[in-house]
């Protein structure tokens, strides 16, 4: 028998509280037992990004709601900025182009966080631009972007900005409304602590202007249908039941825990997990690392059988590179449901894995610098 533990990006542990909800009977969505636990959930997921706009619950994972706020926003041969630090900015691309919209794209190479003067200046150069898609914690990377700053810039003109908090919000500190944010979007199976299959959008009034005169064609996930919904309670479609029931749960542990502790909690384990791949003589990957990831670079001999021997010898599943950096970096995850045990055992089974491909290590060294850590900083 193998005991598990979740230290991926995506999809994370899912506490006990919110697992049992999972597993309650049924009920059936056009209720008012049904409506009152959703109008809870609404309301609730303003708290977490904060903000005063509705927020709608897309039955998808969060790509899906990535292109509802593509299909939603925008009409054929509009133009648009995407600020791309890693392979989930691409996405945006990759989705954008599917669509026929015109992008001026601004890929920063990956471990780099985009730079807002370049979004300024291509703002500048394209006046007709209708929004800027960007991403908050790139997890590819484990880079942050600084949504503040970009949405100073993007607010002072026409364009609506648009961020893929799929993965930073909950975990890292983030004001949808006061950083001027017009559209964010985030996913179930990362911060939030549920099962993945559902999604989550936000949108300003500035935003919903421009989802009035949108035309590029779209059903399922058409916002009018989501706003007219809310208004009773209710999803147009026939929403994951179980989930809204659990994301009930996780808000009340996310609530009484509060916003603010849980930003504490994972900036407090993204310094200890800095300090543990340091002391294990592996250089950090993000330049601007978040609080949800940390990404380092291992050496790449070895760098393709860390991640599957951690996971076959010790149950732990950590996350290796994706694309151009397959084989060459690690990514231990710390938000949601992982807590200062879990990144402790992380840890020394990957110090032991490492000594067993042949790496050198001492033993115990970088768990003694993640205890450090997390004695020193409570
Ligand atoms: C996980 C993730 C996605 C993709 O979400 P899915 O739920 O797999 O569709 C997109 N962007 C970021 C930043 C992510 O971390």
């Known amino acids: 028998m193998k005991k598990h533990y979740l230290l991926t990006p995506g999809p994370t542990p899912v506490p006990p509280e919110v697992a049992l909800k999972e597993a309650l009977p049924i009920i059936h969505h056009r209720t008012s037992e049904f409506g009152s636990i959703f109008k809870d959930v609404a309301e609730g997921l303003k708290y977490v990004f904060r903000t005063q706009n509705d927020v709608f619950i897309t039955s998808s994972s969060g790509t899906g709601a990535m292109e509802s706020a593509v299909v939603n926003l925008l009409s054929p041969g509009d133009e648009v900025i995407v600020a791309s630090t890693g392979n989930f900015g691409d996405r945006w691309i990759?989705?954008?182009?599917?669509?026929?919209?015109?992008?001026?794209?601004?890929?920063?190479?990956?471990?780099?966080?985009?730079?807002?003067?370049?979004?300024?200046?291509?703002?500048?150069?394209?006046s007709?631009?209708?929004?800027?898609?960007?991403?908050?914690?790139?997890?590819?990377?484990?880079?942050?972007?600084?949504?503040?700053?970009?949405?100073?810039?993007v607010s002072k003109t026409p364009a609506v900005l648009v961020v893929d908090a799929i993965s930073g919000l909950v975990g890292q500190e983030y004001h949808a409304d006061d950083w001027k944010v017009d559209v964010t979007v985030s996913g179930s199976q990362k911060g939030f602590m549920l099962a993945p299959g559902l999604a989550f959008v936000s949108?300003?009034?500035?935003?919903?202007?421009l989802a009035e005169e949108s035309k590029l064609p779209k059903f399922y996930f058409d916002y009018k249908k989501y706003k007219k919904s809310l208004l009773t309670n209710e999803t147009p479609f026939t929403p994951p039941v179980s989930l809204i029931v659990s994301l009930q749960e996780a808000i009340k542990m996310i609530k009484e825990h509060t916003?603010?502790?849980?930003?504490?909690?994972?900036?407090?384990?993204?310094?200890?997990?800095?300090?543990?791949?340091?002391?294990?003589?592996?250089?950090l990957f993000a330049e601007k690392p978040c609080d949800v990831v940390t990404?380092?670079?291992?050496?790449?001999?070895?760098?393709?059988?860390?991640?599957?021997?951690?996971?076959?010898?010790?149950?732990?599943?950590?996350?290796?590179?994706?694309?151009?950096v397959k084989g060459k970096i690690i990514r231990f995850a710390h938000m949601g449901y992982i807590g200062k045990a879990d990144i402790l055992i992380g840890f020394s089974c990957l110090e032991m894995v490492l000594k067993e491909l042949g790496y050198k290590v001492e033993l115990g060294k970088s768990v003694a610098a993640v205890q450090e850590v997390l004695l020193n900083n409570k």
């Open 94 to 126: 990759k989705i954008c182009e599917t669509y026929g919209i015109k992008v001026h794209s601004i890929s920063i190479e990956w471990g780099k966080a985009v730079s807002v003067s370049e979004i300024e200046k291509l703002l500048k150069a394209n």
């Open 128 to 153: 007709g631009v209708k929004a800027v898609y960007t991403t908050f914690t790139e997890t590819s990377t484990g880079v942050v972007n600084d949504i503040q700053a970009i949405g100073e810039i």
């Open 203 to 209: 949108l300003s009034a500035k935003a919903w202007k």
């Open 259 to 283: 916003i603010e502790q849980v930003w504490a909690d994972c900036r407090l384990l993204a310094k200890a997990s800095r300090e543990g791949m340091k002391a294990l003589g592996l250089e």
């Open 295 to 324: 990404s380092a670079k291992v050496p790449e001999e070895i760098g393709g059988k860390i991640v599957k021997l951690l996971r076959e010898k010790y149950g732990v599943s950590i996350a290796g590179g994706q694309g151009a």
